[in-house]
Nanobody, 122 residues
Framework: QVQLAESGGGSVQAGGSLRLSCAAS????????MAWYRQAPGKEREGVAA???????IYADSVKGRFTISRDNNKNTWYLQMNSLKPEDTAMYFC????????????????WGQGTQVTVSS
């Protein structure tokens, strides 16, 4: 069973940056994609970004141009660089890895991390 562990969350002011990391305990299947999700209090979980096989990436409209997903296969780790953070980005962020699906809110769901909190103050 692969375990995922997020790190890098914290509290920043609006306009600031954070870099989240997700380390996998073992190699992720080559056919799996990797993603970041978030869930704010009282809201449904939403897909933020995904990294598909073939190096394709997709982003939620709300984070396009501000967030970047990347990965380091040698380290079994993927990242979410978050720039120009806004208060509405405040949420618990989760990394996930799993089979590819077309919808960002439904993709890469197989293994999940425990989450890391991101809080952006105005």
């Amino acid at each position: 069973q692969v375990q995922l562990a997020e790190s890098g969350g914290g509290s920043v002011q609006a306009g600031g940056s954070l870099r989240l990391s997700c380390a996998a305990s073992d190699r992720i299947w080559s056919s799996y994609c990797m993603a970041w999700y978030r869930q704010a209090p009282g809201k449904e979980r939403e897909g933020v970004a995904a990294y598909y096989t073939g190096d394709a990436t997709i982003y939620a409209d709300s984070v396009k141009g501000r967030f970047t997903i990347s990965r380091d296969n040698n380290k079994n780790t993927w990242y979410l660089q978050m720039n120009s953070l806004k208060p509405e980005d405040t949420a618990m962020y989760f990394c996930a890895a799993g089979p590819e699906r077309r919808a960002l809110n439904d993709t890469c769901q197989g293994y999940w991390g425990q989450g890391t909190q991101v809080t952006v103050s105005s």
